[in-house]
């Protein structure tokens, strides 16, 4: 299996800072790199996809990069509503998660 | 408007079997890959099964081959996981979700989730 490991785990950030997240994968996965959001008692919500692809509806603030076994993703300037836990997941092979980073408020 | 609603969760003991249910509307089910994914408690999300959208093809991670079973049935919309042989280490909540655009293996829309409980 592909591992993929997020960090870092916490995040304390203000509104309106600019934040990234990184995860790393065990082997190269190209771009094949997925980002969701999820909120306690809620399902996850898919932001990035292909590495770099804004999902229809994701506020612009939110960006991906990255390819083969590093990728970020980048929220360019906190909202009150990012306070969230976030998640990469491969699918250059059957699909693996990270861990999650939770993104707390400072 | 695209929903997901996933039903069946409860308590049941090691041994024991389940039928989850997800049922789906607001886009062309039968063209999409459907997907079963679940969290246990304090541990990651876990891909558990992929089925296609005609149901011909179905995937499965190892620790479930043999005891978890994937189907749909397209007329009513609805994706189905069947769990026997549930052992404490499948106590989880279960998402369903939606393949994403001409992919199987990424998820575009995922259902609210329903809670697993093994035990005893």
């Known amino acids: 299996d592909v591992q993929m490991t997020q960090s870092p785990s916490t995040l304390s950030a203000s509104v309106g800072d600019r934040v990234t997240i990184t995860c790393r994968a065990s082997?190269?996965?190209?771009?094949?790199l997925a980002w969701y959001q999820q909120k306690p008692g809620k399902a996850p919500n898919l932001l990035i996809y292909?590495?770099?692809n804004l999902e229809s509806g994701v506020p612009s603030r939110f960006s991906g990069s990255g390819s083969e076994t590093e990728f970020t993703l980048t929220i360019s300037s906190l909202q009150p509503d990012d306070f969230a836990t976030y998640y990469c997941?491969?699918?250059?092979?059957?699909?693996?998660f990270g861990q999650g980073t939770k993104l707390e408020i400072k | 408007e695209l929903q997901l609603l996933v039903s069946g969760g409860t308590l049941v003991q090691p041994g024991g079997s389940l039928r989850l249910s997800c049922a789906a509307s607001?886009?062309?089910?039968?063209?999409?890959?459907m997907t079963w994914v679940r969290r246990a408690p304090g541990k990651a999300l876990e891909w558990v099964s992929t089925?296609?959208?005609?149901?011909?093809?179905?995937y499965y991670t190892d620790s479930v081959k043999g005891r978890f079973t994937i189907s749909r049935d397209n007329s009513k919309n609805t994706l189905y996981l069947q769990l026997n042989s549930l052992r404490a280490e499948d106590a989880a909540i279960y998402y369903c979700?939606?393949?994403?655009?001409?992919?199987?293996?990424?998820?575009?829309?995922w259902g609210q989730g329903t809670l697993v409980t093994v035990s005893s």
């Open positions: 292909k590495a770099s």
């Open positions: 089925i296609s959208g005609s149901g011909d093809n179905t």
């Open positions: 082997e190269s996965i190209s771009r094949w």
């Open positions: 607001g886009f062309p089910f039968s063209n999409s890959a």
């Open positions: 997941q491969q699918y250059n092979t059957y699909p693996t």
């Open positions: 979700g939606k393949g994403g655009s001409g992919s199987y293996w990424y998820f575009d829309y």
